[in-house]
């Protein structure tokens, strides 16, 4: 159906601007019921639309600032591959007072998250020591030492608890005033270990050194296997110590 699917949330839906920091969906700002939202449309299955949605529906009880899926005129939350999200205003971090801000926002979604269920189609980390496939991750397409080396890399957090991650906490996901801090973008969201996210400017997590060391090697190596094989996953592969 493509973006004629807009009209299931009502007939003066309408499209406004294209959003071009986009890679993997079509993102736009629209207008519906005279808001402004912000609509994703790309290949994801119910299934996994589903459990983002129903992550941000249930952060958002638990107080978190997240968007929240739109619901179309008979109350669904996506239509064949598109969602609707409220509109986020607020500025990327910029201080390290900001960066630990966000750090606390995270450690606060993985506290809520503990024991949630993977989402569809995807594997974590720790899946991944064994598993070839899982959703944009194909480690068949790598060099074998370089898989090598990234599984060595997540081995080390064998011993995590997992639970939700943003998986791409980067400045033009994150939206703050001086009251709230927003992580916006949740299409890389799925559950893995915590210490995925925390590898933050100005190490506002406050790793320890070894720690710091630790999640640092295995964001590189997620980053290299999700976007293989563009320069910036050559560059992240780079990163990743020798076995």
């Not at 890399?153 to 033009?172: C, I, Q, Y």
Request: glycine content about 6%; overall charge negative.
């Amino acid at each position: 159906m493509g973006w004629e699917a807009l009209n299931q949330w009502g007939d003066d839906a309408v499209r406004i601007e294209r959003f071009t920091d986009g890679v993997a969906n079509d993102v736009w700002g629209v207008r519906v019921n005279d808001r402004v939202a912000v609509a994703r449309l790309g290949s994801r299955s119910d299934a996994d639309l589903a459990w983002e949605t129903e992550l941000l529906r249930y952060l958002d009880g638990q107080g978190m600032n997240v968007p929240l899926p739109v619901a179309t005129t008979d109350g669904r939350y996506f239509v064949d591959g598109l969602v609707v999200l409220t509109y986020v205003e607020g500025e990327p971090p910029k201080t390290e007072d900001d960066w630990r801000r966000v750090a606390s926002t995270l450690r606060q979604l993985h506290q809520l998250t503990r024991g949630w269920p993977q989402r569809p189609g995807w594997c974590s980390s720790q899946d991944l020591l064994t598993a070839q496939t899982g959703t944009k991750v194909d480690l068949r397409a790598m060099p074998a030492d370089g898989v090598a080396r990234c599984r060595a890399a997540w081995a080390k957090l064998a011993d995590r608890e997992t639970s939700v991650v943003h998986g791409d906490p980067n400045p033009g996901n994150v939206r703050m005033t001086a009251d709230r801090v927003t992580l916006i973008d949740w299409d890389e969201s799925h559950v893995d270990a915590p210490d995925l996210d925390l590898v933050l400017p100005h190490n506002a997590a406050d790793l320890d050194d070894a720690s710091l060391a630790i999640a640092s090697q295995a964001s590189a190596a997620w980053e290299a296997t999700v976007c293989w094989d563009d320069d910036y996953a050559k560059d992240r592969l780079a990163d990743v110590r020798p076995v």
